[in-house]
C-alpha cells in the first residue's frame, strides 16, 4: 500500500475495519442480498464505531478526518464484494449527508448529521425523475412556498436508500421557468405525510433498497430549505466531484478485489497438468488488466489528495470515473472468464461482482454525460467554479 | 492496581511461513502482524479491569520499531500507555530479562502475558518472568479475579480445571476463557484517534545473554495425495495401511 498517502493511523484504521467488516457485516451479506433489505443493527454498529462521522465535523459527533479515511471505508466496503451494501452505507455517508453538511442550517445538522452520524437517522438522496435523469435541470418536481411552508409534488427514481431510510434531500424546482437557477434542495422526514416509496428490482446492488418515490401535496416547513433558495443546480453540482471520485474509487477497489481473488484461484486451479496461471494467455490478460487498475487507482489517489488540499477537482474526478469504472467492468467480465464457468456460479464472487459492477457508467453520471462534460473542458475550455457556499 | 499486560507481536495465523538465510531466519516479508491471540485475551480482561475496577493498564513489547502498530492496536483497544524494550527478541530468556526489569521498574502488582505466542510456541516466559521478578505464578489462566490484593484464578488443567487463591504481585500465563472470542475488541475511532495521543516509551535494553541459538527451521512435510478405497475393497486398505503407510 502507498506510503504516500497513507500514515501508520491510516494502516491500523483499514485494519480495524477489516476486522469490524469481517466478524460483524460479512455474515448477513447472502442474507441481505435475498431480502434487499440492509437490517437496521448494523447501522447502529457502523455509528457506534465512529464509521459514519470520519469525514464531518466534530461539533456534530464527527472526527473531521481527511479524505483518506474515506478512501479506505470505501475501498474496504467493495472488497467484501456486496455493492449493494457498500451503496447503501456511502449513499447515505457521502450522498444524502454531503448536502446536509455543506448546506444545512445549524439546527438542521444539529438534527440530521448528528444522528447521521450515530447511525440512528440514515439518509438518502433524491434528484434523478422518471423524466429527468441525465438531464438534471428537466426535473418536474415542484416546491411551492405557501407562507411558512413549502409544498412538494413530484416523483423521484432510482433512489438509493429510498425505502428504509429515515430522512430524504430533495431536489425541487422553487421556479419552473428559471431552468438551472429554479432548483433547491430541501431536507424531510419519511414519515411526512404525503410520501410514499416502492422498491425497485434491478439486474445487480441485490441489497440494496433502491426506489421510485412520489411526493402528494407534501407539506414542509420553510426552515427545511437547505442553503439558498434557487441555488440547488450549482450544490448538486458541486457535490458530483466527490460522488465521482468515490465511484471511481469503489471501481478501483472492486477490480482490486477481483484480480487478487482471481490471481489466487489461478494459483490453485489445475488444467493440462499445471496451474492455470501457467497459461500465457491467461498471464498476459490478468496483467494487462491489473496495470490499467493500478493506472486508476493512483490516479485516483492523486485526485483525491488534491480534492482533500481543496482544489475543485470536477475535470479529474469526472476523468477517475469514467475510466475507472470501465476498467472495473473489464476486469469483472474477464475475471470470470479466468474461473470458468465457476466465474458464473453465485457460489463464487465473480458472478455477483460482475453484475454489481455494471452500474458504474451508470449510476451518478452515465459516461456519456461524463464525456460531454470533460469534452466541454477540455476542447471547449469552459470553466467550472465552486458553487458560492 | 496497576497492570502491565505483555503483547507480543506474531504473524496471522493465515499468513504464509517462509524461511530465509539458510532455514535460520523467519522471512517477515508481506506477513501480517497482530496481537498475540493469547495477549489480546489477556489484554481484553486487563481493560475489565481498568473498566470496572479503576486499574490502570500498560502494554508492553521486546521488538524493534516494526512492531509498533501491534502497540498502537493496543493502545487504541483502551490501554493507557506502552512501552517498547528497543531490541529483537532473540529467546525467551532473553526477553523475560528485559521484561522483568520493566516489571521491578514500574512496580506493577499483575502482570498479564500470554500462555504462549503463536509463533515460536516457547512458552517459557511467563514462568520465567515470574521466577525473575519472585511474583506468583498461574499458568493456562483461564479466569481471574482480584479483590484487594487477593486473587481467585482458575487453571485449565488435563482434562478439567482447577481454582486457586493466591495473592499479588502477581504475573499470569493467560488464554482463552479468560475472556471469549466476543468479547475481543475491534478498536473504534475514537480509539485509533486517542491511541495517537497516548505515550509510547522507548526504553533502551539492559545487557543480557541468550541461551539457545536457532541452528535450522523446517517446515511439516507437505500433504500427499488422496488414495480413495472402495468400501468394499477392504483386502486393499489394509494393504496400503500397512506396505505404504507403514502404520499397521
Ligand atoms: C441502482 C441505481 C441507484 C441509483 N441511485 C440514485 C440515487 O441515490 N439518487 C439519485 O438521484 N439517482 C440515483 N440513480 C440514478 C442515476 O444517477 C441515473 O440512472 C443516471 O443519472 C442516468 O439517468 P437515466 O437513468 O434517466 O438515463 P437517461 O438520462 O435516460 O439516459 C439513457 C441513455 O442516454 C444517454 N444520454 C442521455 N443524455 C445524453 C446526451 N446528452 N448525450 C449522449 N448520451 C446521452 C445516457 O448516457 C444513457 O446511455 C441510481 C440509478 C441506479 C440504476
Redesign the pocket.
Known amino acids: 500500500m502507498s506510503n504516500m498517502y497513507f500514515t501508520e493511523e491510516h494502516q491500523l484504521f483499514r485494519q480495524s475495519l477489516q476486522d469490524f467488516l469481517k466478524k460483524e457485516v460479512v455474515p448477513h451479506i447472502d442474507k441481505w442480498e435475498k431480502t434487499g433489505t440492509v437490517e437496521r443493527f448494523i447501522w447502529k454498529k457502523f455509528g457506534e464505531m465512529g464509521f459514519f462521522g470520519l469525514a464531518y465535523p466534530e461539533e456534530y459527533g464527527g472526527l473531521n478526518l481527511d479524505l483518506f479515511y474515506t478512501v479506505i471505508l470505501l475501498e474496504e466496503l467493495q472488497k467484501i464484494n456486496s455493492g449493494g451494501f457498500a ?1 447503501n452505507i456511502w ?1 447515505h455517508t457521502y ?1 444524502a449527508m454531503t448536502h446536509v453538511n455543506k448546506e444545512g442550517s445549524h439546527e438542521i445538522k444539529e438534527k440530521y448529521l448528528t444522528a447521521s452520524i450515530t447511525g440512528e437517522k440514515i439518509g ?5 425523475e422518471p423524466f429527468g ?3 438534471v435541470a428537466a426535473m418536474r418536481t415542484t416546491a411551492v412556498k405557501k407562507g411558512d411552508s413549502y409544498v412538494i409534488n413530484g416523483s ?1 427514481t ?4 429510498g425505502v428504509y431510510s429515515d430522512y430524504l434531500v430533495v431536489a425541487a424546482k422553487t421556479d419552473v421557468d428559471a431552468g438551472h437557477n429554479g432548483m433547491s434542495i430541501f431536507i424531510m422526514d419519511r414519515d411526512t405525510p404525503g410520501i410514499s416509496a416502492t422498491k425497485l428490482d ?1 439486474l445487480g ?1 441485490r441489497a ?1 433498497d ?1 426506489a421510485e418515490i412520489a411526493f402528494d401535496n407534501v407539506t414542509i416547513p420553510a426552515s427545511n430549505l437547505m442553503g439558498e433558495e434557487g441555488k440547488g443546480f450549482p450544490y448538486i453540482m458541486q457535490h458530483f466531484a466527490l460522488e465521482r471520485l468515490i465511484m471511481g474509487i469503489n471501481a478501483h477497489a472492486r477490480a482490486e478485489y477481483a484480480l487478487e481473488y482471481a490471481r489466487q484461484y489461478m494459483s490453485e486451479r489445475m488444467a493440462f497438468g499445471k496451474t492455470i496461471n501457467k497459461f500465457q494467455a491467461l498471464r498476459h490478460s490478468f496483467v494487462d488488466l491489473y496495470a490499467d487498475m493500478e493506472m486508476c487507482r493512483e490516479y485516483n489517489y492523486m485526485v483525491a489528495s488534491r480534492l482533500n488540499n481543496g482544489e475543485y477537482v470536477v475535470k479529474e474526478a469526472t476523468i477517475s470515473k469514467l475510466k475507472s469504472t470501465k476498467m472495473a467492468d473489464e476486469v469483472a467480465y474477464q475475471c470470470v472468464q479466468f474461473l470458468g464457468g465457476y466465474g458464473y456460479m453465485e457460489e463464487y464472487p465473480m458472478a455477483r461482482l460482475l453484475r454489481d459492477s455494471r ?1 458504474g457508467p ?8 461524463l464525456r ?1 462534460i470533460i469534452a466541454k473542458m477540455v476542447i471547449d475550455k469552459k470553466e467550472y467554479k465552486p458553487a458560492a457556499k | 492496581m496497576k497492570i502491565l499486560v505483555c503483547i507480543s507481536h506474531v504473524p496471522d495465523t493465515t499468513s504464509k511461513i517462509n524461511f530465509t538465510e539458510g532455514d535460520t531466519k523467519f522471512d517477515t516479508n508481506g506477513v501480517q502482524f497482530v496481537i498475540n491471540p493469547n495477549d489480546e485475551f489477556g489484554l481484553t480482561r486487563a481493560m475489565w479491569f481498568k473498566e470496572k475496577q479503576g486499574a490502570s493498564v500498560t502494554v508492553v513489547n521486546v521488538g524493534g520499531p516494526e512492531t509498533e502498530p501491534t502497540l498502537r492496536k493496543a493502545l487504541a483497544i483502551g490501554a493507557d500507555e506502552a512501552i517498547r524494550v528497543n531490541t529483537e527478541a532473540i529467546d525467551g530468556f532473553a526477553v523475560a530479562k528485559q521484561l522483568a526489569k520493566v516489571i521491578e521498574d514500574g512496580a506493577y502488582d499483575l502482570v498479564i502475558a500470554g500462555r504462549e505466542s503463536i509463533d515460536y510456541n516457547g512458552g517459557m516466559v511467563p514462568g520465567m518472568i515470574a521466577g525473575l521478578t519472585n511474583a506468583n505464578f498461574v499458568n493456562n489462566c483461564i479466569s481471574l479475579e482480584v479483590e484487594g490484593t487477593n486473587v481467585t484464578a482458575t487453571r485449565e488443567i488435563d482434562g478439567g480445571k482447577e481454582t486457586v487463591t493466591t495473592a499479588l504481585p502477581l504475573v499470569i500465563g493467560g488464554q482463552k476463557g479468560l475472556v471469549e472470542e466476543s468479547d475481543l475488541r475491534i478498536p473504534n475511532m475514537r480509539g485509533i484517534m486517542m491511541a495517537r495521543k497516548k505515550p509510547l516509551q522507548v526504553l533502551e535494553p539492559i545487557a543480557t545473554e541468550t541461551e539457545t541459538t536457532s541452528v535450522k527451521f523446517e517446515k511439516p512435510a507437505p500433504k500427499g495425495a488422496v488414495t480413495l478405497v472402495a468400501p468394499d475393497n477392504l483386502d486393499e486398505l489394509v494393504n496400503l495401511l500397512h506396505n505404504e503407510a507403514k502404520v499397521i
Open positions: 451503496a449513499a450522498l438518502c438522496l433524491c434528484i434523478t435523469g441525465s438531464d423521484k432510482f433512489i438509493t436508500n434491478k446492488w440494496s433502491t452500474l451508470i449510476g451518478g453520471g452515465t459516461s456519456e454525460i460531454e
